[in-house]
């Protein structure tokens, strides 16, 4: 470490240290001659294990921000290259980065994250108009720098790039994960501005909820399921930020500049006064103009009303040529008449599962519609909840719709608490009450069968597991439900046989136990499952084949479980 006191290259006095990272230090310098502060950054070669890589990063951060003159970016003054540390000599910034803020206040005022959006917008679109443009990659709070004045810096240019446009895709993965965009890692692509724009939206939605993306439950809600009061403009424009698919998110600084401009005019309840303002421009224009249409009058708003109504909303959505109009329909519907649950289950299996896929975005809408308040002081979720059956009906959808189906794969944690809403029911019928309780207790295993208490015993075993497991599919669940629940809820017992049979069998469970399920399986294939008679015979025919085959993948899991030493039948 640089001596408190010691003159660098004969020019700069260290005065003291104001801060340090995992690779580097960073130290508050004064140049005598001068008379002008500066900061050092020094990383040392014994610092880090792989010293040459990060060298060239840094080579690499100095060269760009040479070429760079913009009132929120740090000047680079000097590179002192040694032997044995590498001395970046830059710009002094006065401040704290936002990180710090968050960790000593939580949540941001509304306010000034849109002021700091802007001017982070500002550089960015600076970076991405060089030729070639540059790309930040890494931003989050703890990379902007909040100075006395109220102004941001951006600072850590480690992960920037020159975007290339004969590149597919980018060799390394840069960026810190919860804030980086989908592209950044596992070879999606190359990353452009629009991955910039996802960082910023990451940063945004930190900032102003105060929940770290990085941090459980690793995803982003929107912004007012934490708090209602927040804009409902600028929750969307942080959730077009984040879109998975770059095509889907903002495509320029610009673009996102002037929604950032304007995010109160994006507000539900500004289009609210809006339309109302229009709807008595209209209304006294009418009376005045065509008092003498009083009849054609009544019948307009006879017709308005009908559309305006909750049926029509209903009946819109099932009409509807694409699934964004599907949405919005049921949207609508459920703003009008929140307590009724028609809207709430058919958004969630008509739009949002009918690809079998309840997506993370799709997931962040569905909670932002049950979180939003309008004009009153209660959120839609609380009409539903007065509707005690509708509500626990719509809550073991939900429980479905995530165990099953959540990101193509389902998360058996995230249904949990909807299906202990359902679970404690004494209205909703037997059967669904009933799975409730057990696929509730089984999400709970996927978090506890590898955990212990602090006797270090295992608070669950795979016997539990297996009772719950065995009981979900008997009966006929063709009868008891649908064929493709039945096929979903079939496939899932296979696959557990097959994955986890040593370990069944460790818990007590026979191979013969183990067979007879497999086979039980087989023949409802045969007896309940007739693609035939079914509107999609050919997704229930594919979902059927591809059971059969995993049976026998799976018998030869438990063979090779009885095979091993000790194994019993």
């Given at each position: 470490m640089l001596e408190i006191g010691s003159i660098i290259d004969g020019k700069y006095k260290i005065l003291n240290k104001v801060g340090q990272g995992g690779m580097s230090v960073v130290y508050l310098a004064m140049n005598e001659r001068a008379n002008k502060q500066w900061a050092i950054k020094e990383i040392r070669k014994d610092g880090v294990s792989n010293y040459e890589v990060v060298r060239q990063n840094l080579i690499a951060e100095t060269d760009i921000l040479k070429k760079l003159s913009h009132p929120?970016?740090?000047?680079?003054?000097?590179?002192?290259?040694?032997?044995?540390?590498?001395?970046?000599?830059?710009?002094?910034?006065?401040?704290?980065?936002?990180?710090?803020?968050?960790?000593?206040?939580?949540?941001?005022?509304?306010?000034?994250?849109?002021?700091?959006?802007?001017?982070?917008?500002?550089?960015?679109?600076?970076?991405?108009?060089?030729?070639p443009p540059i790309i930040y990659r890494d931003m989050k709070p703890s990379n902007v720098m909040l100075k006395p004045d109220g102004n941001i810096m951006i600072i850590d240019f480690g992960t920037a790039r020159e975007y290339k446009s004969s590149s597919l895709e980018d060799t390394t993965c840069l960026g810190t994960q919860g804030y980086a965009a989908p592209e950044q890692f596992g070879g999606h692509g190359?990353?452009?501005?629009?991955?910039?724009?996802?960082?910023?939206?990451?940063?945004?939605?930190?900032?102003l909820t105060g929940h770290n993306p990085c941090l459980p439950p690793y995803e982003m809600y929107p912004i007012r399921y934490w708090n209602p009061r927040l804009s409902s403009g600028l929750e969307e424009i942080i959730l077009k930020c984040?879109?998975?698919?770059?095509?889907?998110?903002?495509?320029?600084?610009a673009e996102l500049m002037y929604a950032l401009e304007h995010y109160?005019?994006?507000?539900?309840?500004?289009?609210?006064?809006?339309n109302r303002k229009w709807k008595t421009f209209l209304a006294t224009s009418i009376l005045a103009v065509a008092a003498f249409a009083s009849a054609i009058g009544f019948k307009v708003a006879e017709t308005s009303a009908s559309k305006n109504s909750y049926e029509q909303y209903i009946k819109n959505a099932v009409s509807a040529t694409t699934k964004e109009d599907r949405i919005e329909n049921y949207r609508k519907a459920i703003y009008l008449e929140p307590s009724q649950s028609t809207a709430y289950?058919?958004?969630?299996?008509?739009?949002?599962?009918?690809?079998?896929?309840?997506?993370?975005?799709?997931?962040?809408?569905m909670i932002g519609i049950l979180g939003y308040k309008g004009q009153g002081s209660r959120t839609n979720e609380s009409y539903l909840e007065s509707n005690d059956l509708a509500y626990e009906d719509f809550a073991f959808q939900m429980g479905l719709a995530y165990y099953y189906y959540y990101e193509g794969k389902g998360n058996p944690s995230m249904s949990q608490a909807w299906f202990e809403v359902a679970s404690n029911s004494k209205k909703l019928e037997g059967a669904k009450v009933e799975r409730s309780k057990r696929l509730g207790r089984i999400a709970g295993y996927y978090a506890s069968l590898n955990s212990s208490n602090k006797a270090g015993d295992s608070t669950t075993t795979y016997m539990d597991y297996w009772n719950d497991l065995t009981e979900l599919v008997s009966g006929n669940l063709v009868e008891m439900d649908n064929a493709k629940t039945a096929l979903i809820?079939?496939?899932?017992?296979?696959?557990?046989?097959?994955?986890?049979?040593?370990?069944?069998?460790?818990?007590g469970v026979s191979k013969a136990s183990m067979t007879e399920e497999l086979d039980m399986v087989a023949s409802r294939l045969t007896t309940d499952i007739i693609p035939e008679n079914e509107n999609n015979p050919e997704e229930i025919r594919g979902l059927k084949e591809e059971i059969q085959e995993n049976i026998e993948w799976?018998?030869?899991?438990?063979?090779?479980?009885?095979?091993?030493?000790?194994g019993g039948e």
């Open positions: 929120h970016l740090p000047s680079i003054i000097d590179v002192i290259d040694c032997e044995d540390t590498f001395l970046i000599v830059m710009d002094y910034i006065e401040g704290n980065p936002l990180s710090s803020a968050l960790k000593n206040e939580g949540a941001q005022p509304q306010e000034k994250v849109v002021e700091w959006a802007k001017q982070i917008c500002d550089v960015l679109g600076y970076l991405h108009s060089r030729k190359q990353t452009d501005a629009r991955t910039d724009i996802y960082c910023l939206g990451a940063t945004l939605y930190h900032l984040t879109q998975k698919n770059p095509d889907d998110r903002y495509q320029s600084c109160d005019e994006l507000d539900h309840e500004y289009k609210k006064v809006q289950v058919e958004l969630l299996n008509r739009a949002f599962l009918e690809d079998d896929n309840f997506s993370q975005d799709e997931a962040a809408q809820m079939y496939k899932e017992m296979v696959y557990q046989i097959g994955q986890n049979s040593l370990k069944f069998k460790s818990s799976a018998e030869t899991q438990v063979d090779i479980a009885f095979s091993t030493s000790g």
